[in-house]
């Protein structure tokens, strides 16, 4: 039987993301993003556990998300995990454990998205709507 290497994760961005282009131009965009979970200890207070994972995302995905993600944003990510090991420059072995991204949605709300609906928000804000008493017939609907 065949394994399953999938994660998904929902956490915080720790840091702007990175982008570079590889030798072979492709580009690679590195980022953290931090997950935490919350427990109750036997003396009944909520404690936190916070894990910093680091995501890779690689080519017009890598381009997108550094144009769409931003410190301090909310995001999803799925993917898989994958280690990979180097001798640094004294030859002692080294070892990363990253989150290649295969999918990305950002869930933060975007800056634009209130101000840019400007005449939506604001017709909508001066009408005090009763969501519990609607009558069809009363609507403002065009059809």
């Known amino acids: 039987m065949r394994g399953v290497n999938k994660v998904m994760l929902i956490g915080r961005v720790g840091t702007d993301p990175e982008l570079r282009k590889m030798?072979?131009?492709?580009?690679?965009?590195?980022?953290?993003?931090?997950?935490?979970?919350s427990y109750k200890n036997p003396n009944g207070e909520w404690n936190?556990?916070?894990?910093?994972?680091?995501?890779?995302?690689?080519?017009?995905?890598?381009?997108?998300?550094?144009?769409?993600?931003k410190k301090g944003g909310l995001i999803y990510v799925e993917g898989k995990i994958r280690t990979r090991s180097w001798e640094d420059k004294e030859g002692h072995k080294r070892y990363a454990t990253e989150v290649i991204a295969e999918y990305y949605q950002n869930l933060s709300p975007r800056e634009n998205y209130q101000r840019d609906?400007?005449?939506?928000?604001?017709q909508?804000?001066?009408?005090?709507?009763?969501?519990?008493?609607l009558n069809p017939s009363e609507d403002k609907l065009p059809f």
């Open 117 to 122: 609906n400007s005449s939506l928000s604001d």
């Open 48 to 69: 936190d556990i916070t894990d910093w994972h680091t995501i890779v995302m690689w080519g017009p995905m890598a381009e997108r998300g550094e144009k769409d993600i």
């Open 124 to 133: 909508n804000q001066d009408e005090d709507i009763d969501y519990n008493n």
């Open 23 to 37: 030798e072979n131009s492709r580009s690679k965009l590195n980022l953290r993003i931090a997950t935490t979970e």
